[in-house]
């Protein structure tokens, strides 16, 4: 069983900047063991994906609303991910949501259903 456990959402301005945190538990021996995830729901909206990002690190994939202003990283070390938010636009608040993947792939899981533990999530407003 992996507990999930999200930091760092908040209130800010548009333009501004977030950095979400995702610590996993129990601490795994490699730090490695499943391919990891952000997705975030704004209300009366379906849960989508944001970011997501291997085992190993060595391959990201990014929702197009976010390319190019939100970086996904991980600390395997740490059993930690994080997710760089810049420029934040007033259409990216919602929930905040990080999530786990048992998938052994070289490309990133952007489905909702390929991910079998999630945090509870952090909230994220962006004001106008």
């Known amino acids: 069983q992996v507990q999930l456990v999200e930091s760092g959402g908040g209130l800010v301005t548009a333009g501004g900047s977030l950095r979400l945190s995702c610590a996993a538990s129990?601490?795994?021996?490699?730090?490695?063991?499943?391919?990891m995830g952000w997705f975030r729901q704004a209300p009366g909206k379906e849960r989508e994906f944001v970011a997501g990002i291997i085992r190993n690190g060595g391959n990201t994939a990014y929702a197009d609303s976010v390319k190019g202003r939100f970086t996904i990283s991980r600390d395997s070390a740490n059993n930690a991910v994080y997710l760089q938010m810049n420029i934040l636009k007033p259409e990216d608040t919602a929930v905040y949501y990080c999530?786990?993947?048992?998938?052994?792939?070289?490309?990133?899981?952007?489905?909702?259903?390929?991910?079998?533990?999630w945090g509870q999530g952090t909230q994220v407003t962006v004001s106008s």
């Open positions: 999530a786990a993947s048992p998938n052994y792939g070289s490309s990133p899981r952007t489905k909702v259903w390929d991910y079998d533990y």
């Open positions: 129990p601490r795994t021996r490699t730090g490695t063991n499943y391919a």
